[in-house]
């Protein structure tokens, strides 16, 4: 089993859509995880932190699912904007290191 | 808002040449990182660089390479002996205490 692993997509929606992702992780003992979002060519920029009580921010909602190790995030009301590569992040446990998830492809259609 | 910069924005380079990338992280940051991207694929971890020292490496960053914080700012990336499949962009990213780390522009680094 991969560290992180991700649907890659593209996932096209209409403007306005719901879409959720998901990303499973392989050491359960994890912690800390993470949201990114990457435009094309350009660095990854924090979107959320992944909190065991879950993590709401606007139109984006991150949950953790400890038992089936996996984290997700739901975006509402999608935007144009929106449209961008969305990186699944994992810090393993006794770790400095940060694992990225291969990313999933969002295009927001007109 | 204070943010992560890299210099230059892109580099091009003979084969086996040294290169160094320059990043400045964030003033009360205490945790460095180096990461690449090979185009098309995914961000992979290559450093973490804490207290004057290196913290953690992957078995990506071998011998070729190697950091540096020449002074209380600047946090480099060397890397000896490029070759082709060096060609990635580079990001350089730091935190604080908590773990959530700020990644800068990067550097896209093309060895011919």
Redesign the interface.
Known sequence: RKEVEQDPGPFNVPEGATVAFNCTYSNSASQ?F?WYR?DC??????LM?VYSSGNEDGRFTAQLNRASQYISLLIRDSKLSDSATY?CVV?PPG?????????TRLKVLA | EPEVTQTPSHQVTQMGQEVILRCVPISNHL?F?W?RQILG?????LV?F?NNEI??K?EIFDDQFSVERPDGSNFTLKIRSTKLEDSA?Y?CASREVS????????T?LTVL
């Open positions: 800390s993470f990457q060519r350009k660095e990854p920029k924090l932190s990186l810090n770790t400095y290191k940060y694992i990225f998830g291969t990313g | 945790y990182y990461y694929q995914k961000v992979e971890f973490s804490y913290s953690e992957s962009m990001f773990d959530t780390q700020y990644f800068g522009p990067g896209r």
